[in-house]
């Protein structure tokens, strides 16, 4: 949905270490694969790496990259003014068509045999992981890590594996995530039939008697609008934890049934006649309502429950339900329906606004109290699988198995 500094810095790091690598050339001819120096084996391979003191015709100091060379590509050729970078290979592009190197494998050990040339590529780049981690791998372990295998590119810096593991819509910019639509579509996606189940029964249960009590276009305003800041609510709070679900328009389905009954009790305090019975029912009503509010805010301290878009979705839900409901005026005290409208559809659209520049203009990138909120150790080990370790897993020094 945007950029991230963290993911960025690792990024970073890993385009630094893609710099150091050469071509690590198996000397009985058996492949190559990019890879560190220090992950190339010395008493069988051989490790190509261009340099300041031992580089290639054109004067590129930086390379060797396996099936990858400036002097060997026809499309795009590295001519003037479009000279391929000669000091950062992260930089070259992907060559569509290649000058016919020797296919006779003879060794590294003969000047210009240009081995990393005409060796038998091992690995190529695979995108994996909700990261977007790359590694250079065999086809058949990347599709082991249910990644994205290129056999038509070299390097891990030649992919974009952030676009191609978020999917649906591309990137309008191939370095900056902007896929907003998230906050709506993550209400459509379940983490299991559990949760689909629970999401179902909460439909035919609550919203079928909400849509009854205000018609389905109010419903579907409040449903929609309050799983929307739900949402964004947790990407802003808790960025490093994954979490799918309508459960912020679920509770905006709460807040409505809350704020019917409380504006039922208001009615009555101002209203001629005797309903001490009805108020003395609704009090009840309310006060259960209030308790089963609380335990379900009480559970959203438990792993995998995201309880800051339960707040946020209930916040949201008063404050919509207060918009679209009808007889939502106190006419004894005053309080018109335009009043309540324009009080509380400001206060929605604030609430909307605030969350927008806080997930663009002032992103929480480290782990505070808020997480708290969402999750208590109750235990050393309660909440440990819950928030997303931005490091690199697998890397061209570490390898994920």
Not at 66 to 72: E, I, Q, R, S, T
Not at 280 to 296: D, E, H, K, P
Request: some cysteine; aromatic content about 12%; hydrophobic content about 40%.
């Amino acid at each position: 949905m945007r950029k991230d500094p963290n993911l960025d810095a690792a990024l970073a790091e890993q385009r630094a270490e893609e710099r150091t690598t050469g071509c690590c050339v198996r000397d009985d001819g058996s492949g190559c694969v990019q890879t560190t120096v220090h992950k190339c084996s010395k008493l069988i391979s051989t490790f190509v790496k261009w340099n300041d003191t031992s580089k290639i015709d054109g004067g590129y100091k930086s390379g060797a990259v396996c099936g990858l060379d400036p002097n060997h590509c026809k499309s795009p050729s590295s001519t003037p003014p479009f000279e391929w970078d000669k000091k950062d290979f992260t930089n070259w592009p992907i060559c569509k068509e290649t000058k016919n190197a020797s296919q006779n494998f003879k060794g590294c050990s003969q000047p210009g045999s240009e081995c990393h040339m005409n060796c038998d590529l091992l690995g190529r780049p695979c995108c994996f992981g909700i990261q977007g981690e790359c590694m250079i791998t065999t086809r058949e372990h990347c599709e082991f890590r249910q990644g994205y295998y290129h056999d038509d590119k070299f390097l891990c810096s030649q992919v974009n594996c952030f676009e191609q593991i978020c999917g649906m819509i591309p990137f309008v910019y191939d370095d900056r995530p902007d896929q907003f639509s998230r906050i709506l579509s993550a209400n459509l996606l379940h983490a299991g039939i559990f949760h689909l189940a629970v999401t179902l029964i909460m439909q035919l249960w609550i919203m079928r008697k909400i849509e009854q009590m205000i018609g389905w276009i109010r419903m579907m305003i409040i449903y929609i609008s309050s799983g929307c800041v739900g949402t964004l609510a947790s990407a802003v709070l808790t960025p490093y934890q994954v979490e799918v679900g309508p459960s912020g328009a679920q509770f905006g389905l709460l807040a409505c049934m809350y704020v019917d009954i409380l504006n039922e009790i208001i009615v009555n305090k101002y209203s001629n006649e005797n309903k001490s019975e009805e108020n003395r029912r609704l009090w009840y009503n309310f006060a259960a309502f209030s308790v089963i509010l609380f335990l379900l805010f009480f559970l959203g301290v438990f792993p995998w429950m995201d309880n800051w878009s339960h707040i946020f979705g209930f916040i949201f839900g008063i404050f919509i339900s207060l918009v679209v409901m009808k007889e939502t005026d106190v006419k004894a005290k005053g309080i018109t329906r335009v009043h309540v409208v324009v009080t509380f559809g400001i206060l929605s659209l604030a609430l909307f606004i605030f969350l927008i520049i806080m997930f663009y203009a002032v992103p929480l990138n480290e782990s505070t109290w808020l997480q708290y909120i969402n999750c208590i150790p109750f235990t050393e080990t309660f909440c440990k699988n819950m928030d997303v370790t931005i490091t690199r897993g697998s890397t061209y020094s570490k390898y994920v198995k």
